[in-house]
């Protein structure tokens, strides 16, 4: 399978045990295929982004090359750099200050004939809410369209809502794109907390019923139980319960990764979800949104 991840990496400025600031990189739809990349180093990844020509974009680059990620799909520009966030971390829940008006991700879109090269070249493509946020309107209709293409050529496309007002204009104009990425994928992945503050569902079934255009849905609902619909059928799947978190980041981009890692393996939905969900309990009981996993790792601590 060859997996394409499209959306915004940015540089991380997180604070170590002793108040050090280190630096990384992390963002929600390359944290989802780092992570993919280690429960599965025999899928073929690929990460569709727009970095600068600096130093530190070369940098990211070399990490992506070094974890074996394809950097086919990455477009390197001139008058741009990536963009930076710097963390502060309390009682395991981060904050978060962010400089990314001139990311250069927010130009992923701009060519209509690159974008439809590296949907041609995948088995399924993954985007989420940020990668839409951080677009303009026209850009995301010519990603919507390279999306349509691909689909009618038998690529499955994946979408996590991962609703983040801030980076609107508007609840309004959030709610509009996010359904509209929905109504243009065959998967998707919402988180309920999210979606019960910013649509108003009373519950994970209220959830499912919204995304009702497409095929497969899980509603990913914390350590409560995750709701899934595949086709016409549908069902729950409460997962065993982890460590008091040390530091939710990437809880949600690694729980996609290892519903993903589990592709084409033809196991029954509730054996996939309770993986993805052991792979984030594995995450989220250490610090930083890049912990290193493997699958024989998750599947030992089942034994």
Known sequence: MRFISIGECMVEL???????VMQGFAGDTFNTLWYLRRLRPDV??????????????????????????????????SDRTMGLYMIALKDGERSFSYWRETSAARKLAENRGRLRRTMARADMVYFSGITLAILSDSARLRLFEAIDSARRQGTRVAF????????????AEMRRWIMLGADHSDIVLPSFEDEQGH????????????YAAA??????????????????????????????PVDTTAAG?????GFFATDQLSLPMD?????????????????????????????????
């Open 215 to 244: 095929r497969t849905v899980v509603v990913k609902n914390g350590p409560g139980a995750i709701h899934w619909r595949e086709g016409g059928e549908s069902g729950q799947v409460t997962p065993v319960p982890s460590a008091q």
């Open 199 to 210: 649509f108003g569902d009373a519950s994970p079934a209220a959830t499912l019923a919204r």
């Open 14 to 20: 997180a604070p170590d045990a002793a108040g050090q």
């Open 160 to 171: 996590d809502p991962n609703l983040r007002p801030a980076l609107w204009r508007s609840p």
């Open 271 to 303: 054996s996939r979800l309770t993986l993805a969900a052991r792979v984030a309990g594995r995450v989220i009981a250490q610090r930083g949104a890049l912990v290193p996993v493997t699958m024989e790792d998750i599947l030992s601590s089942a034994a």
């Open 253 to 257: 981009d690694s729980f996609n990764a």
């Open 44 to 77: 073929d990844c690929g990460y569709h982004t727009c970095v600068g020509q600096d130093a530190l974009s070369g940098r990211f680059l070399d990490m992506l090359r070094a974890e074996g990620i394809d950097t086919d799909y990455v477009h390197r520009r």
